[in-house]
């Protein structure tokens, strides 16, 4: 079975710009979160899609992030524009079953904001 | 406001040397208490789903327990392979949405 898939894994933009991050859940997964780790923390939920209605983005910076699911499948998280605290890896994950904890991340994609 | 607290931030084990990691939570309505593995520049594995307190899983070397205000993560004699960061998460139900919240994490180091 393939995992989630995520690109770009490594990106380095300057402030101010613009980027986004494309995901591709495991096959079947109705719910999608995009998790933002920065170095030495936990990861940090901004925004769970179920199939494509998202049920929480209570902490994204909607200013500056969007994320939209196509068709309730893949995934793609912008961020315009890009500020120096925004250098973090973005995992997305997917889950077969909203009762249980059990998450499928990918490999994540690593922004440097220089 | 829901929080989960692991320690300590970071262990140094010898091979072989006994130990365990703390979570502890404070969530208005717990759904379930989640371990997993992350290794350096991947994405975290699942390790163990717990429900509730009593309740008790076991893998290889390591052995999640689970009380009504923290988790504990036992490694027993653990090899450098197990050397990775664990970290906790809690599934907190509210309105229709199923939200699952990560702690900061316990990296792990196993000497030779």
């Excluded at chain 1, 901004?46 to 494509?52: A, E, H, K």
């Excluded at chain 2, 939570?25 to 163990?48: A, I, N």
């Excluded at chain 2, 309740?55 to 327990?65: G, I, V």
Aim: glycine share 8%.
């Amino acid at each position: 079975e393939a995992g989630v898939a995520q690109s770009p894994r490594y990106k380095i933009i300057e402030k101010r710009q613009s980027v986004a991050f494309w995901c591709n859940p495991i096959s079947g997964h109705a719910t999608l979160y995009w998790y933002q780790q920065i170095l030495g923390q936990g990861p940090k939920l901004l925004i769970q899609f179920q199939n494509n209605g998202v049920v929480d983005d209570s902490q994204l910076p909607k200013d500056r992030f969007s994320a939209e699911r196509l068709k309730g499948v893949d995934s793609t998280l912008k961020i315009q524009p890009a500020k120096l605290e925004d250098s973090a890896v973005y995992l997305c994950a997917s889950g077969g079953n909203a009762n249980t904890g059990e998450l499928f991340f990918g490999e994540g994609s690593r922004l440097t904001v220089l | 406001e829901d929080q989960v607290t692991q320690s300590p931030e970071a262990l140094r084990l010898q091979e072989g040397e006994s130990s365990s990691l703390n979570c502890s939570y404070t969530v208005s309505g717990l759904r379930g208490l989640f371990w997993y593995r992350q290794d350096p520049g991947k994405g975290p594995e699942f390790l163990f789903t717990l429900y509730s307190a009593g309740e008790e899983k076991e893998k290889e070397r390591l052995k999640a327990t689970l009380t009504k205000k923290e988790s504990f993560l036992h490694i027993t004699a653990p090899k450098p392979e197990d050397s990775a960061t664990y970290l906790c998460a809690v599934r907190d139900d509210y309105s229709s949405a199923s939200k699952i919240i990560f702690g900061s994490g316990t990296r792990l180091s196993i000497r030779p």
